[in-house]
């Protein structure tokens, strides 16, 4: 007979394979959408639209970041940004099932200058979830991405790194360092994301200015502000402590209350907020990023499978 514990553990399971079956399915949808020109609000609305159609949330609003910025774009209200006719392009898609979350990203060059740079992401990535086994060491991970990308004569960004996931937890404590470094190591069960970052640049990513990503960190009470209350109480059950972009706030108050809203969130400390990265050095970024689950000694599981949706466009 099945305990109840082992129950538990498939349906996690069965909820952690769905997520990643929605999100690589999302990331393929981006494929077809990136293209010269293309809004990049349309493309956010319509991966985002995709998952919700398919039984999935998102756990993260799409980000779409491009050449010099790394991560943390996604876009605003009445965003007039369009994909550029030369550069890269990275997709980062995230899908939760009943708060059980997939991750997942592929860089898309437009142009064939930028070949280099994803393949050494692609490459890094195959190599560090193949060394991804219960018992391994974080720090040699990170070894095996930064070999990797050094191989190429690109740079790793070193201040950027995989991350642990649990339920409703995006960053759940432990990091898959992009270099040699960090200490503790992998166990069997758990979930990470694995996203090696390459760069012809510094090898470092900085905050921008722009933000268009937060996330509410607290649902304390504010006296005589039943309107902020009502409204983290709206963005608790809706997002749970997951990222949610700016513009999704349309769904609670008027566009022309957003920026003070979000100020007065900050300034209760009840919101954190994600500025965009860019590379310090003003070079290229790409990413790729799978999400794996450790599932036992021998096997781990990849859910998201961004590595099969490049091979398919790379063989072309």
Request: glycine share 6%.
């Amino acid at each position: 007979m099945t305990s109840s514990k082992g129950r538990a553990e498939e349906m996690e399971l069965k909820y952690y394979k769905r997520a990643g079956e929605i999100a690589h399915r999302a990331l393929k949808l981006a494929l077809d959408l990136v293209e010269p020109e293309e809004p990049v609000l349309d493309l956010c609305q319509r991966i985002e639209e995709f998952i919700l159609n398919n039984g999935g949330k998102p756990a993260f609003p799409v980000n779409v970041s491009i050449n010099q910025v790394a991560a943390h774009y996604t876009a605003t209200i009445d965003d007039d940004l369009l994909i550029p006719k030369k550069g890269i392009v990275k997709v980062d898609v995230g899908v939760q099932v009943d708060g059980y979350i997939a991750d997942t990203a592929i860089s898309i060059p437009l142009d064939s200058l930028q070949d280099d740079l994803v393949e050494a992401a692609y490459r890094a990535l195959l190599a560090a979830i193949n060394v991804t086994k219960p018992g391994e060491s974080l720090s040699f991970i990170g070894a095996t991405i930064e070999k990797t990308i050094k191989a190429f004569g690109l740079k790793p960004i070193r201040n950027l790194s995989g991350h642990k996931i649990d339920r409703y937890t995006l960053h759940a404590g432990k990091s898959i360092p992009n270099i040699r470094a960090g200490w503790g190591t992998v166990k069997k069960g758990e979930v990470f994301a694995i996203e090696p970052f390459t760069t012809n640049g510094a090898g470092v990513v900085e905050e921008g200015v722009t933000v268009t990503i937060f996330r509410l960190r607290s649902v304390k009470r504010i006296r005589k502000r039943s309107d902020l209350n009502a409204l983290v109480e709206k963005l608790w059950t809706r997002y749970r402590g997951l990222p949610f972009a700016k513009r999704w706030l349309l769904e609670f108050i008027p566009k022309e209350d957003i920026e003070n809203t979000l100020y007065e969130l900050s300034r209760h400390k009840l919101i954190d907020s994600y500025p965009i990265l860019i590379e310090q050095g003003g070079g290229l970024v790409a990413q790729m990023e799978d999400t794996v689950i450790l599932y036992d000694e021998n096997e781990t599981i990849n859910l998201t499978n961004s590595i099969k949706l490049y091979e398919e466009i790379k063989y072309r």
